[in-house]
């Protein structure tokens, strides 16, 4: 299955097992969105950047045991 299409707890499961790292399935769910986005039409406002910073400080508290249960 597609990083992008997995349910959220499965998502959280793969990244507290190190099988998967936040900034990858964020990055997946950008190029999801950027490949559909324009038959969509779901967003005003896309804030890729802002979206894979917080998604590599979600990595840093997994990485450290400080996050909480749906960090990633």
Known sequence: MALWGMMAHAAADALRA?????VELTSAVLERVAS???????????MAE???????????????????????
């Open 18 to 22: 190190g099988e998967i790292t936040s």
């Open 36 to 46: 559909v986005e324009a038959d969509v039409g779901a967003y005003l406002t896309l």
């Open 50 to 72: 802002e979206a894979l910073g917080q998604a590599a400080a979600a990595d840093r508290r997994l990485a450290a045991g400080d996050a909480p249960a749906l960090c990633g």
